[in-house]
């Protein structure tokens, strides 16, 4: 199998998302590939335990990708081996009339996970840089102050938004909570034929929407507004990562790799040390439970 580079998905510089790849052949089975993500989502799941323990960090992991990318069985399938209670997953969808009530990144805010936590945002805060563009009247709903028209919607209103964006991950990234971004690249092609799948196999149908071929055919202006937000918003503390998204296999073996290798880093999360009166008195406690039987 192929070495997995996880530098190779990091934005670190200003990228084309045309020039990037949405195939990632890592050079084995699907069988392979699965036993493998089997193994690390197992690991995976050791350190959310002893971030539980350690009770310092959170972690944010944030996936953004057009309909079809294969965002929900990435979930599933990447942190199928976590404690239930250390995972916390949102999946936002279009804003509720109380959210409306609040500024677009109040309903993000309050779904960040604890400390100890894993939290999993399906869609994220970035939704306010990408669907809102490519439909800007939606905008509208928000009913903010000098904002009467789709006309008021200028370039110094998106980069505001963006600022904005930067500023609340720089917030939260210094008050203890890990973020990784990723967005899952997956070409129109597969698209296409994910769409298909959906129509031809009937326990598949109710995932179709009408809508998923109207949005299809905004493919182009989609590409410009995740291209320019992750080029403006990849910093070193809250990074983008592009993966390859057309083989579902390889792209939750990629993200599971990085997540378990850049978490690695934190050395200092470990389970902490008992007291020294309680570890000078542990074959005290055991006799004393061992008597019981």
């Known amino acids: 199998m192929k070495k997995i580079d996880i530098a190779a998905y990091k934005i670190v510089s200003e990228i084309k998302l045309a020039d990037l ?12 590939l699965k036993k493998k993500l089997e193994k690390l989502r197992e690991d995976l799941g050791d350190f959310q335990n002893k971030l539980y323990a350690h009770g310092k960090y959170a972690v ?19 942190f199928k081996d976590c404690n239930v209670r250390g995972v916390v997953v949102h999946s936002f969808k279009v804003p ?28 994220t805060h970035y939704e306010n840089v990408l669907v809102t563009k490519v439909h800007p009247e939606y905008i509208l709903n928000e009913n903010i102050p000098n904002i009467n028209s789709v006309a008021d919607i200028d370039k110094s209103f998106w980069d505001k938004r963006y600022k904005q964006i ?15 971004k990723f967005f899952l690249n997956i070409s129109k092609e597969e698209q296409r034929q994910r769409l298909l799948r959906r129509l031809r196999l009937q326990d598949k149908n109710w995932k179709f929407s009408p809508g998923d071929l109207k949005e299809r055919n905004l493919w182009d202006n989609y590409q410009n507004c995740y291209e320019e937000a992750i080029n403006r918003t990849s910093k070193t503390n809250a990074p983008w990562f592009v993966i390859p998204a057309d083989d579902k296999n ?27 009166k309680i570890k000078a008195n542990i074959e005290t406690y055991k006799s004393q439970l061992e008597k019981e039987e």
């Not at 390889?250 to 934190?266: C, D, F, H, P, Q």
Request: hydrophobic residues 35%; charged residues 35%.
């Open 21 to 32: 790849n949405t195939l990632e052949n890592l050079e084995s089975t699907e069988k392979k």
């Open 60 to 78: 944010l992991i944030c996936f953004q990708g057009m309909d079809t990318s294969g965002k929900d069985s990435l979930i599933r399938e990447v």
């Open 96 to 123: 509720t009339e109380l959210e409306l009530d609040h500024d677009y990144i109040w309903r993000h805010y309050i779904a960040l996970p604890p400390k100890g936590k894993f939290g999993v945002f399906n869609r």
């Open 166 to 180: 930067i500023d609340f991950e720089r917030h939260i990234t210094e008050n203890g909570t890990l973020v990784f």
């Open 250 to 276: 390889a792209s939750r073996l990629i993200v599971a790799s990085i997540l378990l290798e850049s978490l690695k880093k934190y050395k200092d999360i470990k389970e902490p040390e008992l007291d020294d």
